[in-house]
């Protein structure tokens, strides 16, 4: 009977340890997902517009809030030149662990941009 309880206790410790796991992988997926997005939204940014409502930063941010997270940073200079480029942003999110409470995970993601695939037909 004790033998029986034991394994028992262990085997819930062992399932609630694997849900908050798979809890913080999840929430760290989805914040990769989002880090991204908004990455790839503003690398074409960098050069002119392309529609965008505002900066690389700004069009980076509103990606990264379509996608649940919160842009950190966003390493994103307008560069009027045909040179390729690269983004780099940090978004974060907030997870809830079960039994263990809320963890923000971050996430980072670079995106390059080369004008002068605009040109090529």
């Given amino acids: 009977m004790v033998l029986g309880f034991s394994i028992m206790v262990v085997v819930l410790m062992l399932a609630i340890a694997l849900g908050a796991v798979g809890a913080g992988f999840a929430g760290y997926v989805q914040a990769a997902g989002a880090a991204d997005a908004a990455a790839l939204a503003a690398a074409p ?3 002119r517009p392309f ?3 505002g900066s690389p930063t700004q069009e980076a941010a509103r990606f990264a809030s ?3 997270t919160r842009l950190v940073r966003c390493v994103c200079r307008v560069d009027r030149s045909w040179n390729q480029r690269t983004v780099t942003v940090v978004v ?4 809830a662990i079960p039994a263990l409470g809320r963890f923000t995970v971050r996430a980072t993601s670079r995106a390059t941009f080369d004008p002068s695939a605009l040109l090529a037909p």
Avoid: D, K
């Fill in 92 to 95: 974060e999110r907030s997870v």
């Fill in 66 to 68: 379509a996608n649940g």
């Fill in 51 to 53: 529609g965008a409502r």
């Fill in 45 to 47: 940014v960098t050069f």
